[in-house]
C-alpha cells in the first residue's frame, strides 16, 4: 500500500498523522458550537454533521452524525461503515470532483477542541503482554513463578469502570487511597505515592452480540482502536487486589486518544500474534492475523521541562489480539455492546526500552529510571505531563494515532472538601 | 411503626408483601401495551404512567413514568422522591378522597408482567459478608488465613458486567467455560458444572458523584435496594481468577428482583453493621446504623418437584453497609452515576443453615446438601428454579421484595451454533 493522495495538501506528507488512509473520527467542537463528528485529514478536520446537512454524507434516513458520539454510526453496521469510508475517500482525494462543496466544511485541527469520540457502554481491561506480565510476576513472584498457570491459556481481563474513561488533555487528578506498607501495622489513607502508566491499546465494540462468538465473529465486530493509558495507583493497588483483583488503583481515570482509527485503515498492517508456546483451545484460534504492527511510543515531560521519550515498542507484541479478548469475553454468554471498550493490557517488548510502564521501567522503583541530566523518576511526580503516540508505517504514508496525553495535578489536601 | 391502612384491601393483610408501608417501584407491562413504571399496592399495580397523564402525579414539566425504568426519578433528587411518596400514599390511604379516580389505573399483579426496572449504567460486587468471606476462605486456605489481611479494613468490591443483569423471571443457561482439575495437564472447553448461586442485596445509586464521598453522602445518594442473585460458575471462577479476579465466571447472568424498595420504606428497619474487629479508617465509620434487619431466604425447587427452603439469613449479617461500599468506591475519585448497581456480595450467617451459596451449602461438593427425601445438591441441576426472597418484619406488617427467582436450562450442545 502507498500514499493515497488528497486535495487537503497536508495530508499527502510522509509525516503526517492522517493522510488519506486512515481517515480517524473524532468528535470536535469549535468557539461555541456543540460538539459533532468530524474525521481528521491531513492538519484539518471535515466537519461530518455539515457534510451530512449538506447532503454530501447520507448514511440513514435521520442524521447520525450532528451528535457527539459515534456509536450511531456503529449501530449501522459493516456495510455502513465499509459506505461511510469510501464516501470519504471520494469526496477528499485529489481527484475529487466535489472539493468546492467540501473545502467549507473544513475546520483546522489547532482551532478544534476534542472530545470524547463514543459513549463508552462498558470498560474491560486486559492483560495480554506477555513481556509485561512476566516482568510484573518476576517483581511479584521470581522468574520462575512469574506467569499464572493460565496465563497461557486465557486472555486473561477484568471488568474496568467505563466512567473512568476520559479524552486525551484531561487532567488527572492524583488518587487519595487505601495505602499499607509491608511493615505497616495499620493501612492509613493518604494520597497515592506510586502513580503510573500502562501503554495500550483500546479496541471498540461496534456491534451487540449474545452469546459466544468466534474470533473471526469478534473481529468482524470491532469497529476500530485508540491508544489507551490505563493510569494505575500502583501502592493501593497492592493493598487492595488480593483477592478480587483491581478496582480503586484503576479507577481514578483511563485516558484515550481523540481519533478512533479504523479496522479499515489498519488493514495493510495485520500481523499474527507470536508464536504460542502451549496449543490454544480451539475456540481461541486466530483464522487469519488479527494483531497490528503498529509503533507505540511513550513520552514524559516535566512541568516546564522538556518532552522526552521513554519507551518505544509494537502492538505486535502482545500475546493475544483484541478478537481473541473479544471471542473469550462472550464465552460465558455474557452480551456485548456498541460503544463497549477492550484495552490490550499494558504492552510491553523483550528489552528494558520497551517497556509499557514506569513499574517496569523502574523496576517497583528499585531503579529510578534516569531521562536525562537531572531528570530521574521512579513514579509520576505531579506536573508530568505523560503522552503515548502510536503509528503504522506504510511505504511513505503512516496511520497515525494522534496523542493520547495528561498532566497529573497534585492530590487534593482534603478529597471530601469541595 | 405500625401498618398503615389502604383502601385496596389486600395491602391491609399482614401476609402482604406490599402493604402501604412499602410502595416499591416496579416497570410492568400488560397485554400489547408498552412497559411503564408502576408501584406495588397489595396485589395490585397502580399505572403511574396513566396516575401522570391524568395530573394526578406531577413530578417534572415533562412526564417521566411513561417509560421503561425510573433513572429519570432518580435524576430528579431526593426531594422529588420524596414528593412521589408522600402522594403516593395520599392517593392510596383508607381515608384518601381520590380512590375514584385512582381506582381504574389498579392493574393485577397476576395480570401484568414485570420487567428490569432501571436500566443498569454499570454494575460492582463486593464481598462484604464476614461469614461467606471466612467460608469460602477456610475451603481453599485453612481458617488461619481464611480472611486476606485487606478484608477487616476494605469492602473489598470488584466491578461486574452491567450487561449480565436480568430482571426476576429470566431463565438462565448453563454457560461453557474453560476448565481446569488441579491434575489435569491441560484446560478444556466445555459446560460449567458447578454452577451456583449468591444470595445477595443491590443497592441502586440515585445520584451522580464526583470525586470522593462520605458515608453519609453515600447514604443519602442511594435510591433503594432489591434482592440480587450473583450467578457463578465456581469451576471456571477457580481456573480464571488469579490474579486480576472473577470474569466469565460472573458474566452468565445476575439476577434481581423486579421491585425497587426505596430507602424511605426501609428506614424503621436501619441496624448497625456488627462489631469491628479492627478499627475502620475513618473515611469509612458509619455515622448512623445503615445497614438493615431484612430476612432473606433461598429456595431450589427441582424441574418438576416443590419449592424448598434451603437456607434463611439476615441482612444485617453484613460486615459493611452498601454506604460504607458505595463510599470506598468513590475513594480514587471514581464517577457514580445514577443507575449505578451495588451488589452486597454473599450473605451468610454463622450457622449452616444460613449460608447464602450452594458452595458453602455443600463445603465445596465435599458434603451435598440434603434438601428433602431423595434430594440433594452440591451444585444447581438443570431444570432447577432457585429462588431469593427477603423481607423487613415490622408491628403487624412486613416491607417485602417480592421475589429474585431463575431457572437453569441446560448448556447448548454446541455454544457457537445459532
Known sequence: MTLMKSWVASANSADSQFPLNNLPYGVFSTGEEEPRCGVAIGDMILDLAAAEEAGLVELAEDPVLDVPFWNEVMELGPEAWDALRARLIQLLAENSGERAAVEPMLVAQADAVMHMPFLVSEYTDFYAGKHHAFNVGTMFRGPENALPPNWLHIPIGYNGRASSVVVSGTDIRRPWGQLKGPNDEMPRFAPCARFDIELEMGAIVGKNTDGPITVQE????????????????????AWEYQPLGPFQAKATATSISPWIVTKAALEPFRTTTPEREKDLLPYL??????????????????????????????????????????????????????????????????TKDERGSLLELSWGGKEPLEIAQGLTRSFIEDGDTLTLKGAAKGDGYQIGFGTCSGTLLPALADPYKR
Open 218 to 237: 469478534a473481529d468482524d465486530a470491532i469497529f476500530g482502536y485508540v491508544l489507551l493509558n490505563d493510569w494505575s495507583a500502583r501502592d493501593i493497588q
Open 285 to 350: 484460534a486466530e483464522p487469519t492475523p488479527m494483531l497490528y504492527d503498529i509503533d507505540l511510543a511513550v513520552s514524559l515531560q516535566a512541568e516546564g521541562g522538556q518532552e522526552h521519550t521513554i519507551a518505544r515498542t509494537n502492538y505486535s507484541r502482545m500475546y493475544y489480539s483484541a478478537a481473541q479478548q473479544f471471542a473469550h469475553h462472550t464465552t460465558s454468554g455474557c452480551a456485548m455492546n456498541v460503544g463497549d471498550l477492550l484495552g490490550s493490557g499494558t504492552i510491553s517488548g523483550p
